[in-house]
């Protein structure tokens, strides 16, 4: 074989393996609970993936220290399946917990308070994401002013 040939075979051969790289879908899942620490002024946002009913689903869970146009309101936390926007809502009502639909899925957020040793300041929230009952995302959200 002459060398312009292997050399064209071997670009050739270099060439679809870099692309075939580049097309495969993203296989993690459930990297865990994560610190998510958010300030005045700044969102912050963790993703994260998990099988739910037999397919991989990513959702991103997003937190603000506070809320409104010029601030001062209450934090918020964020939901959205696939990078989508889908629940917003003031971390109070995250406390008892949100359902809602999705694709005919049931979708949950909740956070729980964490109190700190004194038992009277919330330090932190414990939010998760269930779809149908299966952990999706996970995050412990901490606020800073």
């Known amino acids: 074989m002459p060398i312009k040939k292997k050399l064209h075979l071997l670009a050739s051969m270099i060439a679809v393996a870099t692309l075939a790289g580049c097309v495969t879908p993203p296989t993690w899942t459930n990297r865990g609970p ?3 620490a958010t300030e005045k002024g700044r969102i912050a946002c963790y993703t994260d993936a998990n099988i739910i009913d037999g397919e991989r689903m990513e959702g991103t869970l ?3 220290a506070e809320s409104g146009f010029f601030g001062g309101g209450e934090p918020e936390i964020y939901f959205g399946p696939w990078n989508r926007k889908f629940i917003k809502e003031p971390v109070s009502k995250t406390t008892v917990g949100i ?3 999705y694709q005919g899925k049931k979708v949950f957020l909740q956070c729980e308070p964490v109190l700190g040793s004194d038992k009277k300041v919330e330090i932190e929230r414990k939010c998760k994401v269930t779809i149908n009952d299966q952990l999706l995302v996970s995050a412990n959200v901490t606020y800073s002013k």
């Open 34 to 36: 994560i610190e998510l």
């Open 62 to 64: 997003c937190a603000t």
């Open 99 to 101: 359902t809602q639909d």
